[in-house]
């Protein structure tokens, strides 16, 4: 099994989405029995809440429901999980600083790296926390994206 984790900063906005939108793609296709995915954000905040309320409706206009409990990245989720996407920069940087001795940080990515077609070169998905309604439509426009592009290199097809 492929187990995929979505990184952000507090785990309210983007990595719980693209956790959720990934979910149900690999619910989508079948494939729950080989590919698995989670997130975490790299500050403490919002342990234990839901996603921020605006990226819910944002989600559930789109048909997801993201019902993901913010949680902190961990020590033992660089050993757990094969490919760890970062949704910015400043995340980015952090996973590769706190990764344990040993680490096989070619897993760590850019989950930006992914998209393709008119959000190929985008470099981060926007933070949409101090935005209105479409800075959220855009980050899940982006992520859709991304996650579509990642089933595709994990599946092949």
Same mark, same amino acid.
């Given at each position: 099994?492929?187990?995929?984790? +979505?990184?952000? #900063? $507090?785990?309210?906005? =983007?990595?719980?989405?693209? !956790?959720?939108? @990934?979910?149900?793609? /690999?619910?989508?296709? !079948?494939? &729950? ?9 790299? *500050?403490?905040?919002? /342990?234990?809440? %839901?996603?921020? &309320? ?8 789109? $048909?997801?429901? @993201?019902?993901?409990? &913010? =949680? ?8 757990? +999980?094969?490919? /760890? ?5 400043? !995340?980015?940087?952090?996973? %590769? ?23 190929? *070169?985008?470099? @981060? ?6 935005? *209105? ?6 980050? #899940?426009?982006? /992520? ?7 089933? =595709?290199? #994990?599946?092949?097809?």
């Amino acid at each position: 099994m492929k187990k995929i984790l +979505f990184v952000c #900063l $507090g785990n309210i906005c =983007r990595s719980p989405a693209a !956790n959720g939108v @990934f979910a149900s793609m /690999i619910a989508g296709k !079948n494939l &729950a029995g080989a590919i698995a995915c989670d997130s975490c954000g790299t *500050g403490d905040w919002h /342990i234990g809440q %839901l996603p921020d &309320a605006r990226m819910r409706a944002a989600g559930a206009r789109r $048909g997801y429901a @993201f019902s993901h409990r &913010a =949680r902190q990245l961990r020590r033992e989720d660089y050993a757990d +999980f094969d490919l /760890i996407f970062a949704m910015d920069e400043e !995340n980015f940087r952090d996973l %590769l600083a706190r990764a344990p001795a040993g680490t096989d940080t070619g897993k760590i990515r850019r989950f930006a790296d992914l998209c393709t077609g008119k959000f190929s *070169g985008a470099g @981060f998905v926007p933070d949409p926390y101090y935005g *209105g309604e479409k800075d959220f439509e855009h980050a #899940l426009d982006m /992520i859709e994206n991304g996650c579509a592009a990642l089933l =595709r290199e #994990l599946t092949g097809a």
